[in-house]
């Protein structure tokens, strides 16, 4: 006896979680549904909640220069908040693109394989009389 009694409470504490549980995966599968099917695309909440998302720098132009995870954006190309001075698809102006063999530095195409001043990446000189072969000074 005293052993069933021990099982017993169990069993209704497994009980009350499986209708939680399952109470909690059928208010799941509603939400899920009403965002789903909604017909103007996002529900209310969802938009609420998506509120940075929906500021583009083209209607606040501040938003570039207050975005904290991405550092030293203070330009706004095509909506989107980009450093004109180091973006090959955006290099010194807005849509500019660089070629595929040249970077973005300082606002300005240049290729690393051979620049002098730029050797292999932004800002990287090679010392005076040596060459800039495939990126690295005095490549032999």
Known sequence: MA??????PNVVVYDK?????SELEMGQEESMTTTTTSLRGVSRLL???NLI???????????CRQVKSIPLVPDCCK???????????NCGMCGYKCKYTEICCKGKCVNASFDKSNCGGCNKKCKKGEFCVYGMCNYA
Not at 3 to 8: D, G, Q
Not at 79 to 89: F, I, S, Y
């Open 79 to 89: 909506k989107k908040c980009v450093n004109v001075n180091t973006d090959r698809l």
């Open 53 to 63: 998302a929906n500021m583009t720098c083209d209607k606040f132009p501040r938003i």
């Open 3 to 8: 052993f069933l009694a021990a099982v017993s």
């Open 47 to 49: 938009a609420q909640k």
């Open 17 to 21: 979680n499986s209708n939680l549980q």
